[in-house]
Every structure is written in C-alpha cells, then in structure tokens.
C-alpha cells in the first residue's frame, strides 16, 4: 500500500499521524479507521441540507432495491416477508425524520449569552452548541436486519450528527447487509460525500470487534445485542487511555405487573393479551415481556388459566439463526430446572429443526426473590409467571428486578388511584412506562424513550429510538469572546440558519 494525505488528529491521546491508504489489498482494521477520520473531518463541514439529501437518498435506495432485499433477508433471518416490508419502512422512515430534523435544525441547542460589561466582574460573550464527537463504529444487530442494523437507527442518527460511520455487519445476515451497504456506498456518490463517511466491515470475529472499539480514531460506539457482547464493548471501551462513549442496548425481561382490580374484571383478556406478546416474533424482541407479577387471587388463577391455552395454541417457528436458537433452549432448560419453578404449558405443537418452544413457567414470590437466576433474559418465546402473596412482596419482586428498557402496569382507574405510587418505583427500574399496554411494538417518535437504567443499556441517558438518539454522538462546546467570522453559523449574531436559539435566555429566531 502507498500512503498518501498525511494529517493530523486530536485523539485524545495526544496529536497523532495518520494516513491516507490507495486499497491495493483488503483493508484492515486500522485503514478503514484511518479513512474514516479523514472522512469526519470533511463531512462535519457539510451543509445540513446536503446530509439531509443523503439520509434521503440512502432510503430512496433501499426502497429501490425492492424484492430482492427483502427475499434475501427472509432467507437468512427466517422472518416473513411482511414483517420485512414493515422494518424496511420504518428503517427508511427514521432516515427520513433524521432529514428533516437537520433541516429544522434547532437540535444543535445553540444557546447565546452576549457580553455584558456592566457588571462586576464583567460577563464575556459565551455561545454554546453541540457538536459530532468523530467516527462512530456501530455493531450490527441479529434480529433487526433492517431497523438495527447497517442503516439502523444508529447508522442514521450518526450520519445525522456529522459522524462517520464504520458498520460491523452481523454474520447472520452477512448478505443482506452487504446490499444496504451498496444502497449507502450508492447515495455516497450520488450525493458527493466523503467517499468513505460510512465503511462496511465484514469481519464477524470478536477480535475485529474489539480492535474497532480500542482504535485511537473511534469515538463511539452503537450496539444492540446481548449482556455479555454489549459489556465486553463497554469493558474495552473503558480500558482505552482515553476512555470513548458506548451506548449498548442489552436486552430487558420488560416486566408487567397485574394490578388487583383488573385482574379480578379482566383476567382472560390480559392473559390473552400478554401471552400474543411472549409469542410475537417468536420472543425475539429486545421489548419481549419475559415476567409477568401478580398477588395470589382468583383471578391471577384465571389468569394462568388462559395463559395456559394460550401458550398451548401458539405455533413453534423458526428462530433467527443456530445460535440463538441454541441459547434460548440452553437458558429456558436452565430456567425451568430451578427449585420452585414449575412449567404452567408449552406449545402442543412438537417444534421442528431450528424452531423454539413457546413455553409458559410460574413461580412464587419467594422463590423468585432468592433466586437470581430467575431474573435473567430468556431471548424467545419463553415467560415466567411470579405469584406474589401481597402488594408488598409484589413492590420487592419488582424492586429485584435490574434495570428495563420498559415495564408495564396493567389496572383499572381504581387501580391507578388506589396505588399511585407504582408510578415512582416503575420509574427506577425502567425507561419506557406503559399503561395497559404491552411492550413489543416500538412507535418511533419524538417523545419515544427506548433505553434505561444498567444492565438495559449501558447509558439510562440516552434513547436509541427517535430523534433524541442523535445526542448519543454529539457533545457541548463553547466558545468565549469567539470573533463572528470564526463562529459556527449556529452561533453567528445573524443566525444565518433561521434556527431556533436560546439568546440571553429568550427562545428566539
């Protein structure tokens, strides 16, 4: 290889040298980093309107690719078509709404507070907004080949930003991923960016994974995926000499709790209503409700009841791929072995090569509590009901619980008056808080929070849905007493963008 554009990049481990390679041979870890810190340092400097164009036309392109992108994700995913078409279009749609956010373009928070020499000691000029953090490196999700993965919600609210991207494609869907990349590498040209703001790595070993992480010209990292993948990221992220954000998104048990009113009035609805949930997708959903709590009544027994038909006319289908395939069985086997743990139904139908066994187990309130083991994520069709004796023992159960990306409260108006104060304990645990509502199903959104405390993600801060995702690669900068001419045009006193701004603590265009 034949180095080329030596210069220079502020790593935060000091000033370092870096290089521009001509691609003779397959490219290696470091040369695609290298390229992506030049390819940040120009496309920070592009005008929203020309990034919104590119988000547009990464999403016009994937719809382009039509029935061929779709059948080749249903081949290696073993999803159906139609959930396909849908996950395409809300993959598309996100890239839409991160355009038009850039168009609007108030996110940057640009906030102003001119100098004031009247007071004592004098007030400078200060001007604040935020800024791209660099490269982000995003891990391709399994069981999202569209809405997580190449051209996910990380890749476009990163792009959106003014961040390189380096895609590390999941091997499950290896092919697919490949074809969102042409449809990226496409709009890359046709829009005239940097050739290489988005770079697509197809190395599925943990080590390339690792070296992406560790690499001086990452500065982020986007993950969804299980506990052990997301914390090990996170764990070498942090063992950096500078230290660089990682949101990773580790999967919940997305608790639902039962409340006494409703339970007594609407047993057999809930119970249908939250088995079609466990069942969705065959439970391969991050927001899949693994544990359902109620206190020991008539109707939790009616509950369990018709939760045990209902699991029982559910059909086994195939799982994504061998390895989850393998875990979900593996963890459920392990789940069900427990002392005081006790299996309510299965599927009556026998599963097939490579398909899960939708099953439904219960437990008591104390034996739940000391077990931990009993607290994990089963990924798949796989739930457990826990009778707790009273309220209070239910408020523990709960308490036990790490943190959720959602949690649920099932009840009727008396319910909600009568316990009240569930909503503060509901918000500790998780980030999402629904009422009579199940958690599968993501409205991508504004106002959507899909994150929450430790172990559900690895940032309660943060969202991975919606437009507030956009503030997981950004950062705050100030600059005092700066010269007009040197401002970022979000800062200048003509506010030449039309955005909204904060000046001297007035919103103001």
């Known amino acids: 290889m034949v180095a080329v554009k030596p210069f220079l990049l502020d790593t935060g481990e000091g000033w370092v040298l870096f290089f521009q390679y001509n691609k003779k041979n397959s490219m290696s870890i470091d040369n695609i980093m290298q390229q992506a810190a030049i390819a940040f340092q120009q496309y920070r400097e592009t005008k929203a309107e020309q990034k919104a164009v590119f988000l547009e036309t990464i999403a016009a392109n994937m ?34 709404m991160f355009a038009a956010l850039l168009r609007e373009g108030s996110w940057v928070e640009a906030t102003v507070d001119t100098a004031d020499a009247t007071v004592n000691p004098a007030k400078p000029d200060i001007r604040k907004m935020l800024i791209p953090l660099g490269p982000v490196v995003v891990f391709g999700a399994s069981n999202f080949p569209f809405a997580y993965s190449t051209a996910g919600g990380d890749t476009a609210s990163a792009l959106a930003a003014g961040c390189a991207v380096v895609v590390k494609a999941h091997p499950a869907h290896l092919k697919t991923s490949q074809l969102v990349h042409k449809a990226i590498k496409d709009a890359i040209f046709s829009s005239g960016m940097p050739p290489h703001v988005f770079q697509h790595v197809e190395d599925g070993s943990f080590e390339a994974g690792e070296s992406l992480v560790k690499h001086a010209a990452t500065a982020a990292v986007g993950f969804t995926g299980s506990f052990a993948g997301g914390k090990a990221l996170y764990d070498h992220a942090a063992a950096r000499k500078n230290p660089i954000p990682v949101f990773a998104e580790m999967g919940s048990t997305n608790p639902i709790i039962l409340l006494p009113d409703t339970l007594e009035k609407n047993a057999e609805e809930l119970a249908r209503q939250y088995i079609a949930s466990v069942v969705l997708g065959m439970g391969q959903f991050c927001t899949n409700p693994g544990i359902v709590l109620g206190i020991e009544s008539e109707g939790l027994s009616r509950f369990i009841a018709e939760a045990e038909k209902e699991i029982a006319a559910a059909i086994p289908q195939p799982m994504l791929h061998e390895g989850i395939y393998k875990a979900y069985h593996a963890k459920m086997e392990k789940a069900l072995q427990q002392t005081g743990v006790n299996v309510v139904g299965h599927s009556s139908t026998e599963p097939g090569a490579g398909e899960a066994w939708p099953t439904l187990a219960e437990t008591d309130g104390t034996a739940f509590l000391s077990n931990p083991l009993l607290h994990e994520e089963v990924f798949g069709p796989y739930a457990i009901i826990v009778r707790c004796t009273d309220l209070d023992q239910l408020q523990k159960v709960w308490r036990s619980l790490a943190g959720q990306l959602t949690t649920s409260l099932m009840g009727t108006e008396k319910d909600f008056t009568e316990h009240a104060s569930m909503r503060a304990l509901a918000e500790s645990i998780a980030g999402r808080i629904i009422f009579n509502g199940v958690p599968t199903g993501v409205t991508v959104c504004n106002s959507m929070v899909h994150g929450g405390p430790f172990p559900a993600t690895t940032d309660s801060r943060f969202t991975a849905v919606g437009i507030n995702g956009i503030k997981r690669w950004v950062r705050p900068v100030c600059y005092q007493n700066c010269p007009q001419t040197l401002l970022p045009p979000a800062l200048q006193n003509g506010n030449p963008l039309g955005i909204w701004r904060l000046v001297n603590n007035e919103w103001t265009r």
């Open 63 to 96: 719809e382009a690719a039509g029935a061929a992108l779709i059948g080749q994700a249903a081949e290696e995913t073993h999803l159906p078509q139609a959930r396909l078409v849908s996950e395409r279009a809300r993959t598309t749609m996100q890239l839409r």
